[in-house]
């Protein structure tokens, strides 16, 4: 079946400007999770959701960070005023529900390389 | 101190080599634990999970000491295709779920023929 999907693949932008990154999980995972990348490091969470709602944003760096989903699966990850330390790899990940033990392990998409000049 | 410890390496060996991978991680309230395999500008793929003391899948053995906070992976006769970066995952509870991951920052292997 199909896997996790994001778009766009890459995303080159000026410091300053607004971008949203976008994840399509896994048909009938209730559980998406937004993680970033940096280059030789593992990656890092930001937030999860679990439905609609947010259920831990506590990985967001600061208040240019946003994300919803607001009808539970599609994500949008919006982040305003870029810098240049936003690059990075923007991994989505879903899993079909947050209770854990074989079956809830989470699935990777293929991630969106931003880079802000 | 990191939530997860792995030696970056990067670890060289040659085909059919056995090689193991260590990891340590710091709060023992984790209850999940997983390699992921992650190719060069790749994600991350699930490589297995580990929810009792140890796993075996064909050349892939993991096994956890839950006492030493301590996760190993195995890997026998080594082929050029398991060439990656190996990151060590764990999982824990937060109220009623498990949510977030956290990674290592992986360890690399080449295998050269």
């Known amino acids: 079946g199909a896997g996790v999907s994001q778009t766009p693949s890459n995303k080159v932008t000026e410091k300053g400007k607004y971008v949203e990154l976008r994840c399509d999980p896994i048909s009938g995972h209730t559980a998406l999770y937004w993680y970033r990348q940096s280059l030789g490091q593992g990656p890092e969470f930001l937030i999860y959701f679990q439905g609609t709602g947010a259920a831990d944003d506590s990985g967001l760096p600061n208040d240019r960070f946003f994300a919803v989903r607001p009808e539970g699966s599609v994500s949008t990850l919006k982040i305003q005023r870029t810098e240049r330390g936003d690059s990075a790899v923007y991994l989505c990940?879903?899993?079909?529900?947050?209770?854990?033990?074989?079956?809830?392990?989470?699935?990777f998409g293929p991630g969106t390389r931003l880079t802000v000049l | 101190r990191k939530e997860v410890e792995q030696d970056p390496g990067p670890f060289n060996v040659p085909e059919g080599a056995t090689v193991a991978f260590n990891c340590t991680y710091s709060?023992?309230?984790?209850?999940?634990f997983f390699w992921y395999r992650q190719d060069c500008r790749k994600e991350p793929k699930l490589l297995m999970s580990v929810y009792s003391s140890g796993n075996e899948d064909g050349r892939f053995t993991a096994q956890l000491n839950r006492a030493s906070q301590y996760i190993s992976l195995l890997i026998r006769d080594s082929k050029l295709s398991d060439s990656a970066t190996y990151l060590c995952?764990?999982?824990?509870?937060?109220?009623?779920?498990?949510?977030?991951?956290?990674f290592g920052r992986g360890t690399q292997l080449t295998v050269w023929p």
């Open positions: 709060n023992s309230a984790s209850q999940s």
């Open positions: 995952v764990v999982n824990r509870r937060r109220g009623s779920t498990l949510g977030r991951l956290y």
């Open positions: 990940a879903s899993s079909l529900s947050t209770a854990g033990g074989p079956g809830n392990e989470q699935f």
